[in-house]
């Protein structure tokens, strides 16, 4: 697991699979079922460039130093959007023990 304060995104993503799995196990007995629909997550990353420059002049005795920076900052927002299905199947996934088609 990464060493940073946040969260990458391949963390995120097994987090929210574990817990549609916690939830597919918990709904197992129950009456009222829910269908899935789309997971959408959205990521607000920062990017930061700085650049500095430094300036001495020697003329002995006396010294001299100029220091600059800059530095510009953008936040950048990512949206994502899964749609969860089961491995093989490609059918949508159902907050239940098992999962059975609609018929009229």
Same mark, same amino acid.
């Given at each position: 697991?990464?060493? +940073?304060?946040?969260? @990458?995104?391949? @963390? /995120?993503?097994?987090?929210?699979?574990? #817990?549609?799995?916690?939830?597919?196990?918990?709904? @197992?007995? +129950?009456?009222?079922?829910?269908?899935?629909? !789309?997971?959408?997550? +959205?990521?607000?990353? @920062?990017?930061?460039? #700085?650049?500095?420059?430094?300036?001495?002049?020697?003329?002995? !005795?006396?010294?001299? #130093?100029?220091?600059?920076?800059?530095?510009? #900052?953008?936040?950048?927002?990512?949206?994502?959007?899964?749609? !969860?299905?089961?491995?093989? /199947?490609? +059918?949508?996934? /159902?907050?239940?023990?098992?999962?059975? !088609?609609?018929?009229?």
């Amino acid at each position: 697991m990464s060493q +940073e304060p946040w969260a @990458e995104l391949g @963390e /995120t993503i097994s987090a929210i699979r574990s #817990e549609l799995r916690q939830a597919m196990a918990a709904g @197992e007995d +129950e009456e009222l079922k829910f269908r899935t629909g !789309p997971v959408e997550l +959205e990521f607000s990353v @920062e990017v930061k460039k #700085e650049g500095s420059a430094r300036t001495k002049i020697l003329v002995l !005795p006396w010294s001299a #130093e100029v220091r600059g920076g800059a530095s510009t #900052e953008r936040v950048h927002r990512i949206k994502l959007t899964l749609q !969860p299905v089961l491995d093989g /199947t490609g +059918e949508e996934v /159902t907050i239940a023990d098992r999962w059975s !088609p609609q018929t009229d």
